[in-house]
């Protein structure tokens, strides 16, 4: 299978990144595995022209935008990492699923009256979500809840099988807790 890791974190040696490469490197080397970094991609933000609707190209020049959507495209599994920012995703990440709307889902027109069709079923996700506040607060919808329902919107829209969600809290105390949290990356790790 081919799987796709997606770290929206800006820190490198930051949580979501040493969550991230313990998977990286417990999932069976059976699999193929690409790890891409948003931070790292140039994707100028969606102007909201909706010239993709139904299924066109997006109006904007190619960028990485384009790049990614055809790697998860050819994904069979994804593997999302994400710091709660406000208790949503970093910007670089929505605006990468701003500019994707029709790699997630088909739309005869551009009126309120349609019904969206799924566009990556048969997909399956996995979502590691860190944050500052520590259990039980991280749960709450202003904490990684929000993070993981903006996940959750655009990957269901897409018909993805969510798998599983880690959620992480008190990455201010990280490495107290370190072992447990590497050993429930691992678990992922087998599981895909
Ligand atoms: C701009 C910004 C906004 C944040 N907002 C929240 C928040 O709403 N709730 C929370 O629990 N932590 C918040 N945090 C803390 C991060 O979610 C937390 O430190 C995270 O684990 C960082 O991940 P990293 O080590 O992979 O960078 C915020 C951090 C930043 C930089």
């Known amino acids: 299978m081919n799987v796709l890791i997606i770290n929206a974190s800006p820190r490198k040696t930051g949580v979501t990144s040493a969550l991230l490469s313990e998977i990286e490197t417990a999932i069976d080397p059976e699999h193929s595995v690409e790890a891409v970094r948003i931070y790292g991609l140039r994707i100028k933000p969606c102007i909201g022209c909706l010239k993709c609707r139904p299924d066109k190209a997006c109006a904007l020049p190619d960028d990485d935008a384009h790049l990614l959507a055809r790697k998860i495209k050819e994904a069979n599994v ?13 910007g670089p990440l ?26 990556l079923k048969g997909k399956k996700a996995f979502l590691v979500i860190t944050s500052g506040s520590p259990f039980p607060y991280n749960l709450l919808p202003s904490q990684s809840g929000g993070t993981a329902r903006a996940l959750k919107t655009v990957l269901r829209a897409g018909g993805v099988r969510i798998v599983k969600t880690l959620k992480v809290p008190d990455s201010y105390n990280f490495p107290a807790k370190k072992q447990k949290y590497l050993e429930n990356a691992r678990k992922i790790a087998r599981s895909i």
């Open 94 to 119: 929505k605006t990468f699923f701003d500019r994707n709307v029709t790699l997630f889902e088909y739309a005869e027109a551009k009126s309120m009256n349609y019904v969206p069709t799924p566009q």
């Open 78 to 90: 994804l593997v999302i990492g994400s710091p709660v920012y406000w208790g949503n995703i970093p």
